[in-house]
């Protein structure tokens, strides 16, 4: 038996077809219906293209947040460096 792979973009709509909820799908701006498991996605190239894109997002924030620790860490020590 497979192992269902729940999708984070699911939105439960309440209702349920054979024992299966029934809801929606934040891609698309919930046109889509969605059973909360990735393997039937109705867009699975869209679903993908979400994803990419938030990594990549978390990705460029990450290196800002190093950039940023690296400078203040640079400044921390310029500032010892003056007040010796």
Do not use: H, W
Request: proline share 1%; hydrophobic share 20%; aromatic share 6%.
């Amino acid at each position: 038996m497979r192992e269902e792979m729940k999708c984070l973009l699911f939105r439960n709509g309440g209702s349920s077809r054979m024992g299966r909820r029934i809801g929606s799908c934040d891609i698309d701006a919930e046109s889509a219906t969605c059973e909360g498991d990735v393997t039937f996605c109705e867009k699975p190239d869209a679903l993908r293209q979400y994803f990419r894109e938030r990594l990549q997002g978390f990705r460029k924030e990450e290196k800002r947040e190093d950039k940023e620790e690296k400078e203040d860490k640079e400044d921390k020590e310029d500032k010892e460096e003056k007040e010796d």
